[in-house]
């Protein structure tokens, strides 16, 4: 069964950069569409970027030309690359399993099932 383990939080500033990883174990990546999750304390829990089994990237608004999500399906790994980071984007963020669709990053709440979360990984974007 697949397993998903989230890592790279950190406190950063304003501005600043991190990269998120996401590894897999139980099974290789090959065949799994990954979508970053996050959330905020009081929040809801959002969809941020995904990427298909065949490389094709999705973005919510509110991330988009300033995140960038990627595979590397050797290393059984999905990264985030988050740049330009601001305030907002604290949260606990996730990975998990599941389909790379329009709509689970255009901020509506949908009942797709998504599979193997991880624990999770905090990032904090403060002064």
């Known amino acids: 069964q697949l397993q998903l383990v989230e890592s790279g939080g950190a406190l950063v500033q304003p501005g600043g950069s991190l990269r998120l990883s996401c590894v897999a174990s139980g099974d290789t990546l090959d065949y799994y569409a990954i979508v970053w999750f996050r959330q905020a304390p009081g929040k809801e829990r959002e969809g941020v970027s995904c990427?298909?089994?065949?490389?094709?990237?999705k973005y919510a608004d509110s991330v988009k030309g300033r995140f960038t999500i990627s595979r590397d399906n050797a290393k059984r790994s999905v990264y985030l690359q988050m740049n330009s980071l601001k305030p907002e984007d604290t949260g606990v963020y996730y990975c998990?399993?599941?389909?790379?669709?329009?709509?689970?990053?255009?901020?509506?709440?949908?009942?797709?099932?998504?599979?193997?979360w991880g624990q999770g990984t905090q990032v904090t974007v403060s002064s």
């Open positions: 998990a399993e599941g389909p790379c669709l329009n709509t689970v990053v255009s901020g509506s709440k949908v009942s797709i099932k998504f599979n193997s």
């Open positions: 990427i298909s089994a065949s490389g094709n990237t």
